[in-house]
């Protein structure tokens, strides 16, 4: 018999186990989240927060995403990203960031009712946290994964109670691996992975030190410091990065990964925050130095039976583009709607199997992103002449001849302006952050081909409801004159059908399907005199169907099925789709 029971262990507190218990919380399953140490993250790490992130705060409640947003550095803060040689010193070159580009501030403006910001993880986590616990989760800390086995029937896991020394067992039917980077779940489930971990050697130096003179006229997150002769850090360079704007800080450093993690005394972390800030008596507090390894790893399987792994367990890379807690938080919210639905079977186990399916294609291609974003770092650096040697004074004057009046220097900043703005692929890369769109056993598409990007699709959104993506946003009004986003009336733990007049037979559908397999099916119908109005036509020129027509929406908010037009028997149509997607 073992210690404690619940449906779902998750173990890791960080972005992807708190977000996993707080959607299960809410959606009513029984969980316990589980983690080593007394408290959450004790440096901010994670910080740049995308729009679909916000989606799945705002998923679990107006209230958790408006904290996010009183605690966060807002998008306006973020965009002038910089680079100079010292935060005092010559600036280099700049570009708008994260949305701050007015094309690109409209395209997020288009794209999503929630705006990116900067919330660093000390405050991330503990607001997932707080939603978990205050929803129904237990949780223990100082508690330490030590091993499972699982069986037809659920599995057995062994954890170590941190303060008393002792062992006790858990039994879940499903196990949940949120335990990071070095994710001890992964390895002991025996999930298969490919590239490799230790590519380069990073540490972080977090201070206080207020440089408002030399930021609050350029706000920005990141500040690129280049200086001739310093370390090249895992990141490219040294890294100056925003933790609250403009007195608390963190600086990004590189080591040797091939020598052994240096010991950074307080003497030698303030003289290299000196040295990037360029105030050779500058007054800093050090608050701590860690380090950490720049990898390059994804898992090519996620799960193995009752076992799913999702976060940083299952794909390792760099905070290049800042994909890391976003991607996390948004693995969970893929898997627990699924674990919800099984847990209450609603749905045959099959449905599991989509996770895989969905959120793998989606690991690769974020870790070989953010590995790609540090080698466009190259050119930069070439532009300048920092390659062409490594004699300090060589490099300095290599850079300064850009300031020349000469030819050479006439191509030359050209070069730099160039190398520059393909920096837009990390700091402005609004299409990785939400174009995913998934294949799977639950997604039906009919058929139906996918519509190719117009656009670069790691740059610009693109909005469609083909079966897979995640549904168009549109702002659609209450008679009453409420405002609300189409993703909105979806999510929620729901299925949610979205017609328009003449689709009364989805809605009468919805119903009938829904009571037939024991789950709820919103349904929304937009149109003039319908539930919701779309005064502006935005929702009828993103719906891609007619108004008699129907888009299918999963409780993450991914399309799962869409018809053109009214069909003739509305819920036969719904129940085979339905049954298809639950695997029931
Ligand atoms: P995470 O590592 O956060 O959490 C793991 C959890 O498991 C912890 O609670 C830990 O205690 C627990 N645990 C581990 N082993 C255990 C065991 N045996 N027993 C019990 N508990 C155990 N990302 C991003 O999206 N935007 C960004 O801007 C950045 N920036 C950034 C900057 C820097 C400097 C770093 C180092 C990282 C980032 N990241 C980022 C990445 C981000 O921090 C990372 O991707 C997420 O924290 C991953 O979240 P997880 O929940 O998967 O793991």
């Not at 020349?404 to 393909?422: G, H, M, S």
């Not at 119903?511 to 099916?521: A, D, Y």
Request: net charge negative; with cysteine.
């Amino acid at each position: 018999m073992a210690d404690i029971t619940t449906d779902v262990l998750i173990i890791g507190t960080g972005p992807a186990g708190s977000a996993t218990a707080a959607l299960l919380a809410g959606y009513g399953v029984e969980t316990m989240v589980i983690n080593r140490y007394r408290w959450l993250a004790n440096t901010p790490r994670a910080h740049i927060t995308n729009q679909r992130t916000m989606e799945v705060l705002r998923d679990l409640g107006r209230d958790v995403e408006d904290e996010a947003y009183m605690f966060a550095a807002g998008q306006e803060l973020m965009g002038e990203n910089v680079f100079c040689t010292a935060l005092a010193g010559e600036e280099v070159g700049r570009m708008k960031s994260w949305g701050m580009h007015p094309t690109s501030r409209a395209e997020h403006q288009l794209s999503s009712p929630t705006q990116m910001n900067d919330l660093p993880q000390t405050f991330m986590e503990p607001l997932l946290f707080k939603t978990a616990c205050s929803r129904g989760a237990q949780a223990r800390l100082s508690t330490e994964y030590v091993s499972h086995e699982q069986d037809s029937g659920g599995v057995t896991t062994t954890c170590l109670d941190r303060l008393t020394g002792k062992t006790f067992t858990v039994r879940s039917k499903y196990l949940v691996g949120a335990d990071g980077g070095n994710s001890k779940v992964a390895e002991h489930a025996g999930l298969t992975f490919e590239g490799r971990m230790g590519v380069a050697g990073s540490m972080n130096i977090l201070f206080e030190a207020d440089l408002s003179r030399y930021v609050a006229h350029r706000p920005s997150v990141l500040y690129w410091v280049l200086q001739p002769g310093a370390d090249v850090g895992g990141i490219g360079m040294g890294l100056v990065r925003m933790v609250r704007p403009w007195h608390e800080w963190l600086i990004v450093w590189g080591y040797d990964i091939n020598q052994p993690a240096p010991a950074v005394d307080e003497a030698h972390a303030k003289k290299v925050v000196r040295d990037l800030v360029g105030v050779a008596d500058l007054d800093v507090t050090i608050k701590s130095v860690s380090t950490w390894t720049v990898n390059n790893m994804y898992a090519t399987t996620l799960s193995n039976g009752r076992v799913f792994c999702m976060g940083d367990a299952i794909h390792r890379h760099p905070p290049s583009n800042g994909l890391g807690s976003n991607t996390s938080i948004q693995d969970a919210f893929n898997l627990a709607w699924k674990l919800a639905y099984v847990l209450k079977g609603q749905a045959g186990d099959g449905l599991l199997d989509s996770y895989q399916a969905e959120r793998a294609p989606i690991a690769k291609q974020i870790v070989t992103r953010a590995n790609k974003s540090i080698e466009e770092f190259g050119p930069i650096f070439k532009a300048l002449g920092l390659l062409d040697s490594v004699d300090p004074v060589k490099m300095q004057q290599n850079m300064d001849a850009r300031c020349n009046n000469t030819p050479a220097a006439e191509e030359q900043r050209a070069a730099i302006r160039k190398a520059i703005a393909a920096k837009v692929y990390e700091f402005d890369a609004h299409g990785v952050e939400m174009n995913q769109r998934y294949r799977s056993d639950a997604v039906v598409t009919d058929g139906q081909p996918e519509p190719v990007f117009a656009r670069d699709p790691e740059l610009h959104f693109q909005q469609t409801t083909w079966p897979g993506a995640r549904l168009p946003h549109a702002w659609v009004f209450s008679e009453d004159g409420k405002k609300v986003s189409t993703l909105d009336l979806a999510g929620h733990g729901r299925f949610t059908v979205l017609t328009g007049p003449g689709g009364q037979g989805w809605i009468e559908a919805a119903k009938v399907v829904g009571r037939e397999l024991g789950i709820e099916i919103a349904a929304h119908a937009i149109g003039p005199r319908q539930q919701w109005q779309d005064f502006t036509g935005d929702w009828a020129n993103l719906s891609d169907v007619r108004d008699g027509g129907v888009v299918l929406v999963r409780p993450d908010h991914h399309v799962c099925w869409r018809r053109t037009d009214n069909a003739e028997n509305p819920a036969a149509e719904l129940r085979r789709v339905m049954t298809a997607i639950l695997g029931k």
